[in-house]
């Protein structure tokens, strides 16, 4: 929308506001009541950008700001955004290329049981080493998953660690599975399902003992190609967790009709479920509702003997965190695992120094 003679700002925002309440309004299709959402990003001509794709792709990361704050709001352009959008402009310029580079590595993170205390499950997390210094993922991925490079970013994840899975096999380390971090993006990427099978196929690792963790989002469209992808890992018993699990809006019927095997508690309920009654009565409630669907229950972000030993009284299944070690390079995970074999279990797990990590 353009609007002309705008007196000031407020007057921008003022009109957004209106249109932005019009459009919320529930509209009646027949016997459905059909519900509409719009967004605004605002940007001033002279103050935001002097020529239009200036002004435009200010209001578009004012846009991006107001949905990153929820549905139906609107942002006017600040110095603020203009920092971040240009952040964003500089990870999406650098990831170009950076695959080529070698800048990437994996570090890993057990997935320990506690009851059984054996062969626990190892998390791949990317790590990206730009030439300026370390970037996170929490910064790096969402760039990645906009610009489209994560889709060939992911596939790099799936063949090192499924190349790097085979390796400690070879070499004795005992653990059970490997698990990945697939972006929604990736899902819906056509032939992804089929990729990752014969990336397995080709490292030679059986993808029984592969596992994706997706996130509620990348669940909540109930789509063929979503019911495709479900398909071909089911035939080769790719087994499925939901990562983040409580944070985002599941619908509980797609999920128990979905091949889920894994629910990993949100690392926030963990953190507060031992102050906060809410965060308790939460995490319990997710544990019982992965069990009454038959699936196996992850705590992620585990860091005290304290919560462990709550986590256990509550029945939760396997435990990742900080308490055990912190993500490791592929080296010092494979000691990791070798001198978690030589102790005797469980009772050694809760006296285990945290190692440092990267
Ligand atoms: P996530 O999948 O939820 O991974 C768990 C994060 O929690 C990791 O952060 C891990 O280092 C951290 N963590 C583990 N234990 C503890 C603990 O006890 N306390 C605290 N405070 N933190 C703990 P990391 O490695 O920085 O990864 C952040 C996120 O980036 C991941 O969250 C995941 O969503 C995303 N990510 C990482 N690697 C990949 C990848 O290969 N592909 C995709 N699509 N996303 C990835
Ligand atoms: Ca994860
Ligand atoms: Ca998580």
Redesign the pocket.
């Known amino acids: 929308m353009v609007l002309r003679g705008v007196a000031d700002p407020a007057a921008a925002e003022a009109l957004a506001g209106r249109l932005i309440g019009l459009l919320s309004e529930p509209l009646s299709f027949g016997s459905e009541q059909l519900k509409v959402g719009a967004s605004a990003g605002i940007a001033l001509l002279g103050r935001d950008g002097d020529a239009f794709d200036g002004l435009l792709r200010a209001a578009h990361a004012a846009l991006r700001a107001a949905r990153e704050r929820g549905r139906n709001s609107w942002q006017l352009h600040n110095e603020d955004i203009q920092r971040q959008s240009r952040r964003r402009l500089e990870i999406e310029h650098s990831l170009r290329g950076a695959l080529e580079r070698e800048e990437f590595s994996?570090?890993y993170?057990p997935q320990v049981s506690l009851r059984e205390g054996k062969a626990p499950g190892v998390?791949?997390?990317?790590r990206w080493h730009r030439p300026a210094g370390l970037c996170?993922?929490?910064e790096f991925?969402p760039v990645a998953?906009q610009c489209g490079e994560?889709v060939r970013?992911?596939e790099w994840?799936v063949a090192e660690a499924c190349r790097q899975a085979v390796a400690w096999h070879a070499a004795g380390p005992d653990f059970g599975r490997i698990a990945?971090?697939?972006?929604g993006v990736?899902l819906r990427d056509r032939g992804f399902a089929e990729r990752v099978v014969a990336q397995c196929q080709r490292a030679g690792w059986p993808p029984a003992r592969l596992e994706l963790?997706l996130?509620e989002s990348a669940l909540i469209l109930d789509s063929d190609s979503l019911r495709h992808c479900f398909q071909v890992f089911e035939r080769h018993g790719v087994q499925l967790a939901v990562?983040?699990f409580g944070t985002g809006f599941s619908n509980l019927q797609y999920l128990s009709r979905f091949p889920v095997q894994r629910l990993?508690i949100d690392?926030s309920f963990v953190?507060d479920m031992l102050r906060d009654s809410n965060a308790g009565e939460v995490t319990r409630a997710i544990i019982h509702l992965g069990h009454a669907l038959g699936m196996r229950v992850v705590a992620?972000?585990?860091?005290t003997v304290d919560e462990q030993a709550q986590l256990a009284r509550w029945g939760c299944d396997e435990i990742?965190?900080?308490?055990y070690t912190?993500?490791l390079p592929p080296r010092e995970l494979a000691q990791w695992l070798r001198q978690l074999s030589a102790e005797p279990a469980p009772a050694g797990w809760t006296t285990r120094v945290v190692s440092h990590g990267h």
């Open positions: 994996l570090v993170q998390e791949a997390l990317l996170h993922p929490g991925i998953e994560i970013l992911g994840v990945v971090n697939v972006s990736q963790e996130t990562d983040d990993k690392r953190a992620e972000g585990v860091e990742q965190g900080y308490l912190r993500p």
